[in-house]
C-alpha cells in the first residue's frame, strides 16, 4: 500500500492536474493538501486575491468531496508541515507542481531539504505555463528583451499535450484528522467589503471551464474586433482562473485553437488571443531574468527618474478613488474597485496617467493593483506597470503618453463604459462624455453637472502635464 501527498499550489482543479494525475496513478491512498503560508510568498497576495483563493478552495473541496476525496487544508511553514502531514499520512512521495516565481525556488529548496530527511520524495511536476521561462534563449545565447522576437521563436515550438481528464481519485489513509473549512485560513476581509465581488464572480475550476467554453463558443471569433472595447464583454475574463490554476493554460491553448480549426475564419482574432497568452509566457521570462520585477525599473536608468512629490498623498489618493476629474481614468479605476479587474486597454490608460500625468511612481499603481486586482499576477502586474512607465523590457517608449481623452474617444466613442461608472457624467453628450470640462455651461446644467462640485475638476491639465513629463523623462538621457 503506498501513499502520496499532492501540495496544491497555483493548480486548484481536477482536470489536467499533473500532480494529481501522477499520485493517483501511482499510489492506492492520496492526500489532497493545501497550506497557507503567506509570509513565504513575497510580496505577499492583495485582498481580493485572497477573496478568490478562499472561494476558489470551496470550489475544490466541494469537487474532491463529490470525487469521494476530502481536501486538507493547514496553515503554517510549509516545509515543517508537509513533512508533518507526510509522516501522519505514512505518505512515501510528495507530488506538486511548479509555480514560476523567485519565493518559490526557496520555497521548494526547504521543502525538499525537509522531506529528504524525513526519507520523502519529492515530485515536481511543470505546470502553469506553456514554456520554460528559465530555458528560452536567442541566437546569441541570452534571455530576450523583446516581445516580437521571443513570442516568434517560441510560438512554433509551442505543442502542449491534450488537457487530461480528472483521474479516479484513490480514498484518503485512515489517519486523517476532519477536514478544516477554508474559513479556518483567515483569507476573507474581517470588515466585509467583498460582497460587491460575489457579485461579478464565481471562482473555482467549474465556473472557470463555463466561462472558457462559452468564450470559446462566443467571444473568441470576434476578439480582435471586441477586445479594445472596454464597455463591452470582450475579453476571456479567464485572468484569475489562469492565475489560481482553475483552468490549466494547455486546455486553454488547445480550445482555442481547435476554435481556429472549426471556423477558419476566426484565424485573426484566435491568433490574437493566443499571442496574449504568449504576452503572460513573457512576462515570466522576464521574471526569471530580473527578481527584482515589482520594484526595480528592469531598465535602471528610470531609478534616477525624478518623481512629483505628493506628500499628503492627495494625488494617489484622488486616482485610486476615481476621482481625477477624467472620466476614463475614474471609469477604470471605480471598476477595479467595484469588481477587482479593470479591463486591459483601461488599465494602460490608467497607468499612463499615474506615471506620466500625475509623475508618480509605478510601485504606488503595482501596489495598488496587488492588493485590489482578483486576477494578480506578479509577472504580469510587474511587466504591466514597467510596460506603461517605459522602463520595462519592450516598454512602450516614453513618449507615447496615452491621451486619455482620445482613448476615450476611440475605444469608447460612446461613452457607455464612462456612463456606467461615472454616473456623475452620464448626462453628457457623447461629444462632452471625455472631457466634461470642455462642455458647454449649459449642456453641463441640462445633465446636472456642476465641475468642482459634482464631479471634480481635471486634477492636472494633460497638455501641461504631458509637457512636463517628457521634460522629466528627456533629462535622463
Ligand atoms: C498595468 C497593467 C497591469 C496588469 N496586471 C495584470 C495582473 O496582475 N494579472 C494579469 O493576469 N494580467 C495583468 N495585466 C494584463 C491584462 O490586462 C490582463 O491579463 C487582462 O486584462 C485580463 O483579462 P482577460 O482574461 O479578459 O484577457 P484576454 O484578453 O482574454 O487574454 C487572455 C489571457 O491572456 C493573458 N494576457 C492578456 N493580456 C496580457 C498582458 N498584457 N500581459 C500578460 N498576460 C496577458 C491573461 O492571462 C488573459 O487571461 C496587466 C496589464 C497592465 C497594463
Given at each position: 500500500m503506498s501513499t502520496a501527498l499532492v501540495w496544491l499550489r497555483r493548480d486548484l482543479r481536477l482536470h489536467d492536474?499533473?500532480?494529481?494525475?501522477?499520485?493517483?496513478?501511482?499510489?492506492?491512498?492520496?492526500?489532497?493538501?493545501?497550506?497557507?503560508?503567506?509570509?513565504?510568498a513575497t510580496p505577499a497576495e492583495g485582498a481580493a486575491s485572497r477573496w478568490w483563493l478562499h472561494h476558489s478552495l470551496a470550489a475544490l473541496a466541494e469537487a474532491l468531496a463529490t470525487a469521494g476525496s476530502r481536501l486538507c487544508l493547514d496553515s503554517g511553514a510549509t516545509a515543517e508541515r508537509l513533512r508533518h502531514w507526510a509522516q501522519v499520512s505514512e505518505a512515501d512521495t510528495v507530488y506538486c507542481t511548479t509555480v514560476a516565481e523567485p519565493w518559490a525556488r526557496r520555497q521548494e529548496a526547504a521543502v525538499r531539504a525537509a522531506l529528504a530527511e524525513a526519507g520523502v520524495a519529492l515530485e515536481i511536476l511543470p505546470d502553469g505555463l506553456l514554456t520554460d521561462p528559465s530555458a528560452i534563449r536567442n541566437r546569441s545565447g541570452t534571455p530576450y528583451r523583446a516581445f516580437t522576437p521571443f513570442w516568434r521563436s517560441v510560438r512554433p515550438q509551442i505543442d502542449p499535450p491534450r488537457p487530461a481528464p480528472a483521474p479516479a481519485l484513490p480514498p484518503l489513509p485512515d489517519a486523517?484528522?476532519?477536514?478544516?473549512?477554508?474559513?479556518?485560513?483567515?483569507?476573507?476581509?474581517r470588515i466585509r467589503w467583498d460582497s460587491k465581488l460575489e457579485m461579478h464572480w464565481r471562482p473555482g475550476e467549474p465556473a472557470a471551464r463555463e466561462r472558457l467554453a462559452r468564450f470559446i463558443d462566443g467571444g473568441l471569433a470576434d476578439y480582435t474586433g471586441q477586445r479594445d472595447r472596454p464597455a463591452r464583454d470582450g475579453t476571456s475574463r479567464l485572468s484569475p482562473r489562469l492565475h489560481f490554476g482553475e483552468v490549466s493554460v494547455r486546455a486553454?491553448?488547445?480550445?482555442?485553437?481547435?476554435?481556429?480549426?472549426?471556423q477558419p475564419a476566426a484565424e485573426a482574432s484566435v491568433d490574437a488571443f493566443l499571442g496574449e497568452l504568449g504576452w503572460r509566457?513573457?512576462?515570466?521570462?522576464?521574471?526569471?531574468?530580473?527578481p527584482e520585477l515589482d520594484r526595480r525599473p528592469f531598465d535602471r536608468r528610470f531609478e534616477a527618474f525624478p518623481w512629483r512629490e505628493d506628500p499628503d498623498g492627495a494625488l494617489l489618493g484622488a486616482w485610486r478613488r476615481g476621482e481625477t476629474g477624467i472620466p476614463l481614468v475614474d471609469a477604470g479605476m471605480r471598476e477595479l474597485w467595484a469588481t477587482g479587474w479593470m479591463h486591459n486597454r483601461v488599465r494602460m490608460v490608467v497607468g499612463s496617467f499615474l506615471v506620466k500625468n500625475l509623475r508618480l511612481p509605478w510601485q504606488h499603481g503595482e501596489a495598488h493593483f496587488r492588493d485590489t486586482l482578483v486576477d494578480w499576477d506578479l509577472a504580469s502586474n510587474s511587466m504591466g506597470w514597467q510596460w506603461v512607465s517605459g522602463c520595462g523590457a519592450?516598454?512602450?517608449?516614453?513618449?507615447?503618453?496615452?491621451n486619455p481623452v482620445r482613448q476615450g474617444e476611440r475605444f469608447d466613442p460612446d461613452g457607455d463604459y464612462v456612463r456606467q461608472w461615472v454616473p456623475e457624467v452620464a448626462g453628457l453628450p457623447k461629444s462632452h462624455i471625455h472631457q466634461p470640462w470642455k462642455a458647454p455651461a449649459d449642456a453641463r446644467a441640462r445633465s446636472g453637472l456642476h465641475l468642482g462640485r459634482s464631479y471634480p475638476e481635471p486634477l492636472v491639465d494633460l497638455g501641461t502635464s504631458r509637457q512636463e513629463a517628457l521634460a522629466a523623462f528627456q533629462a535622463l538621457g
Amino acid at each position: 500500500m503506498s501513499t502520496a501527498l499532492v501540495w496544491l499550489r497555483r493548480d486548484l482543479r481536477l482536470h489536467d492536474q499533473p500532480a494529481l494525475a501522477a499520485a493517483a496513478q501511482r499510489a492506492n491512498r492520496l492526500v489532497p493538501l493545501y497550506i497557507h503560508a503567506p509570509e513565504e510568498a513575497t510580496p505577499a497576495e492583495g485582498a481580493a486575491s485572497r477573496w478568490w483563493l478562499h472561494h476558489s478552495l470551496a470550489a475544490l473541496a466541494e469537487a474532491l468531496a463529490t470525487a469521494g476525496s476530502r481536501l486538507c487544508l493547514d496553515s503554517g511553514a510549509t516545509a515543517e508541515r508537509l513533512r508533518h502531514w507526510a509522516q501522519v499520512s505514512e505518505a512515501d512521495t510528495v507530488y506538486c507542481t511548479t509555480v514560476a516565481e523567485p519565493w518559490a525556488r526557496r520555497q521548494e529548496a526547504a521543502v525538499r531539504a525537509a522531506l529528504a530527511e524525513a526519507g520523502v520524495a519529492l515530485e515536481i511536476l511543470p505546470d502553469g505555463l506553456l514554456t520554460d521561462p528559465s530555458a528560452i534563449r536567442n541566437r546569441s545565447g541570452t534571455p530576450y528583451r523583446a516581445f516580437t522576437p521571443f513570442w516568434r521563436s517560441v510560438r512554433p515550438q509551442i505543442d502542449p499535450p491534450r488537457p487530461a481528464p480528472a483521474p479516479a481519485l484513490p480514498p484518503l489513509p485512515d489517519a486523517i484528522p476532519e477536514p478544516q473549512p477554508p474559513e479556518a485560513l483567515g483569507l476573507l476581509p474581517r470588515i466585509r467589503w467583498d460582497s460587491k465581488l460575489e457579485m461579478h464572480w464565481r471562482p473555482g475550476e467549474p465556473a472557470a471551464r463555463e466561462r472558457l467554453a462559452r468564450f470559446i463558443d462566443g467571444g473568441l471569433a470576434d476578439y480582435t474586433g471586441q477586445r479594445d472595447r472596454p464597455a463591452r464583454d470582450g475579453t476571456s475574463r479567464l485572468s484569475p482562473r489562469l492565475h489560481f490554476g482553475e483552468v490549466s493554460v494547455r486546455a486553454v491553448w488547445h480550445a482555442a485553437a481547435d476554435a481556429r480549426a472549426a471556423q477558419p475564419a476566426a484565424e485573426a482574432s484566435v491568433d490574437a488571443f493566443l499571442g496574449e497568452l504568449g504576452w503572460r509566457e513573457f512576462g515570466y521570462h522576464l521574471l526569471w531574468q530580473d527578481p527584482e520585477l515589482d520594484r526595480r525599473p528592469f531598465d535602471r536608468r528610470f531609478e534616477a527618474f525624478p518623481w512629483r512629490e505628493d506628500p499628503d498623498g492627495a494625488l494617489l489618493g484622488a486616482w485610486r478613488r476615481g476621482e481625477t476629474g477624467i472620466p476614463l481614468v475614474d471609469a477604470g479605476m471605480r471598476e477595479l474597485w467595484a469588481t477587482g479587474w479593470m479591463h486591459n486597454r483601461v488599465r494602460m490608460v490608467v497607468g499612463s496617467f499615474l506615471v506620466k500625468n500625475l509623475r508618480l511612481p509605478w510601485q504606488h499603481g503595482e501596489a495598488h493593483f496587488r492588493d485590489t486586482l482578483v486576477d494578480w499576477d506578479l509577472a504580469s502586474n510587474s511587466m504591466g506597470w514597467q510596460w506603461v512607465s517605459g522602463c520595462g523590457a519592450d516598454a512602450a517608449p516614453y513618449f507615447r503618453i496615452f491621451n486619455p481623452v482620445r482613448q476615450g474617444e476611440r475605444f469608447d466613442p460612446d461613452g457607455d463604459y464612462v456612463r456606467q461608472w461615472v454616473p456623475e457624467v452620464a448626462g453628457l453628450p457623447k461629444s462632452h462624455i471625455h472631457q466634461p470640462w470642455k462642455a458647454p455651461a449649459d449642456a453641463r446644467a441640462r445633465s446636472g453637472l456642476h465641475l468642482g462640485r459634482s464631479y471634480p475638476e481635471p486634477l492636472v491639465d494633460l497638455g501641461t502635464s504631458r509637457q512636463e513629463a517628457l521634460a522629466a523623462f528627456q533629462a535622463l538621457g
